[in-house]
Nanobody, 116 residues
Framework: QVQLVESGGGLVHAGGSLRLSCAVS????????MGWYRQAPGKERDLVAP???????NYADSVKGRFTISRDNAKNTVYLQMNSLKPEDTAVYYC??????????WGQGTQVTVSS
């Protein structure tokens, strides 16, 4: 069983920053794909950015230039640094790990609330 635990969410004023963490119970190398997602109230879960092992990261246009993904392979942890936060960034943030073509695991999510 793969476990992912997100943390670091909270309440922040517009323009502020947060750093989210996603701790994975297995080695990253076992995840064929990983990503950060978010789900705002009443909306679908959207991809923020895939978590890649190399090359450029394709961030969603809405967060490009403000959010940055990093990873600590030794700790099996990925991070999402969020700067210049806006009220529209308010959502539950999730990370996931796909193993092979059929197994998809999600964390429980962490709430980010940005006040105006």
């Amino acid at each position: 069983q793969v476990q992912l635990v997100e943390s670091g969410g909270g309440l922040v004023h517009a323009g502020g920053s947060l750093r989210l963490s996603c701790a994975v119970s297995i080695s990253f190398s076992r995840c064929s794909a990983m990503g950060w997602y978010r789900q705002a109230p009443g909306k679908e879960r959207d991809l923020v950015a895939p978590i890649t092992t190399g090359g450029p990261t394709n961030y969603a246009d809405s967060v490009k230039g403000r959010f940055t993904i990093s990873r600590d392979n030794a700790k099996n942890t990925v991070y999402l640094q969020m700067n210049s936060l806006k009220p529209e960034d308010t959502a539950v943030y999730y990370c996931n790990c796909r193993i092979g073509g059929t197994q998809l695991y999600w964390g429980q999510g962490t709430q980010v609330t940005v006040s105006s």
